[in-house]
């Protein structure tokens, strides 16, 4: 069973930088897909990025492309997400996800795998 666990949320003021982290407890996952979603209360899960296996390039949401960055360190089995110029908009409880293909996609139900979320709070 695959296991993933976030780290790095919190609360920051507007404008300010969060970098999340995603432990994934298989090895597998180092060349797979992964990504990231969002969501606030009382909305819809929202896809906000991917990270195809075996790439080092992010596709990223319009709400949030050049503001986030996604990477990948294959030794530590770790996702990340690189938040900078935050707003009080990307408040959400943020999840990681892994899927048994390579190739990503950005709808929530072909994932295979989720954390269990870190809440992210930007004040204004």
């Known amino acids: 069973q695959v296991q993933l666990v976030e780290s790095g949320g919190g609360s920051v003021q507007a404008g300010g930088s969060l970098r999340l982290s995603c432990v994934a407890s298989v090895a597998t996952f180092r060349t797979g897909c992964m990504g990231w979603f969002r969501q606030a209360p009382g909305k819809e899960r929202e896809w906000i990025g991917h990270?195809?296996?075996?790439?080092?390039?992010?596709t990223y949401a319009d709400s949030v492309k050049g503001r986030f960055t996604i990477s990948r360190d294959g030794a530590k089995n770790t996702l990340y997400l690189q938040m900078n110029s935050l707003k009080p908009d990307d408040t959400a409880t943020y999840y990681c996800?892994?899927?048994?293909?390579?190739?990503?996609?950005?709808?929530?139900?072909?994932?295979?795998?989720w954390g269990q979320g870190t809440q992210v709070t930007i004040s204004s």
């Open positions: 990270i195809n296996g075996g790439s080092v390039v992010g």
């Open positions: 996800a892994a899927r048994r293909d390579v190739i990503c996609s950005t709808l929530p139900s072909t994932f295979n795998y």
